[in-house]
């Protein structure tokens, strides 16, 4: 019954943030959605799959200080995160249970979305800042956990990007939980069904629960039109342990860090697997 009852919350609350979330793109100083401004530089809000972020400029540096000015704002998850499944206890924020709610205040700038009650993986924003201001990001899942503010300067124009973050010609952010072939603390049997669907064993059982260490996953995928997927519970993207038209067997050792972490194919096919220390 309580598990009823908490599914119908959890839609409701999903259904009242997608209200909140409309209502908050007509209140926003800036215009929503993924229009972008002309040359504009961005600052991107990049969330890990523990409902935390970073705030970093199209060089990917971590921003503290900005010239005033107009800027696109791009909010970024993972994944989708109301795709996944509702996290069992009341304080594992993993995908944020659901979707985030991500707040961005100061000076002529209102913006909260819930990436339409998570929804969406990327939503953009139009945003201009102030001189002489101080802004601050939050997500009021945990305010005192994800949370950010930087300053803007008293003068100065904001300048255009030669090399995105986002895309363009910059280069990519290469993950560094994929390490080489060190000693490992166990091996994964890591399988995609013909149909896509992934499993993972250690010795013909499924894993749940492992203690933290470099693991080798010996996979083999039989699908060629799903790739298997994994996210570190910081992770900002997912890392692809094969190609969605692979076909065969490979190797792959990963240090697997202490948190929970997600592994899938297709946002239908997503399974936990908790890391303890």
């Not at 409902?51 to 993972?78: E, H, L, M, W």
């Not at 669907?197 to 013909?204: E, F, I, N, S, V």
Request: hydrophobic share 40%.
């Amino acid at each position: 019954m309580e598990i009823r009852m908490a599914a119908r919350v959890r839609r409701f609350a999903s259904l009242a943030a997608f209200v909140a979330a409309l209502a908050a793109i007509v209140v926003s100083t800036g215009s929503a959605g993924l229009r972008s401004v002309s040359n504009a530089p961005t600052l991107y809000f990049m969330y890990a799959m523990n409902c935390t972020f970073t705030v970093v400029d199209d060089s990917g540096k971590t921003v503290t200080s900005i010239a005033p000015g107009s800027y696109q704002v791009d909010v970024r998850t993972p994944i989708q995160f109301g795709t996944l499944p509702l996290p069992s206890g009341p304080t594992d924020m993993t995908a944020c249970r659901g979707f985030p709610q991500f707040q961005l205040t100061g000076p002529g700038v209102n913006l909260f979305t819930t990436m339409t009650a998570g929804c969406e993986q990327d939503k953009l924003f139009n945003e201009t800042f102030q001189a002489n201001a101080t802004y601050v990001a939050q997500d009021l899942n945990q305010p005192s956990v994800a949370h950010a503010s930087f300053t803007t300067l008293a003068s100065g124009t904001p300048t255009a990007p030669v090399i995105t973050y986002g895309g363009g010609k910059g280069k990519g952010v290469l993950s560094t939980d994929i390490v080489g072939s060190l000693a490992v603390t166990g091996t994964f049997n890591a399988t995609v069904g013909a149909s896509g669907a992934p499993a993972l064993t250690m010795k013909g059982k499924t894993v749940s629960t492992v203690p933290s260490g470099r693991y080798r996953f010996a996979i083999t995928d039989r699908d060629p039109k799903a790739g298997l997927k994994i996210l570190a519970p910081t992770s900002k993207a997912p890392t692809s342990l094969t190609g969605v038209k692979f076909l065969g067997r490979r190797s792959v050792t990963i240090r697997l860090t202490t948190g929970r972490w997600t592994y899938y194919t297709s946002v239908r096919t997503i399974h936990y697997l908790r890391v303890t220390d």
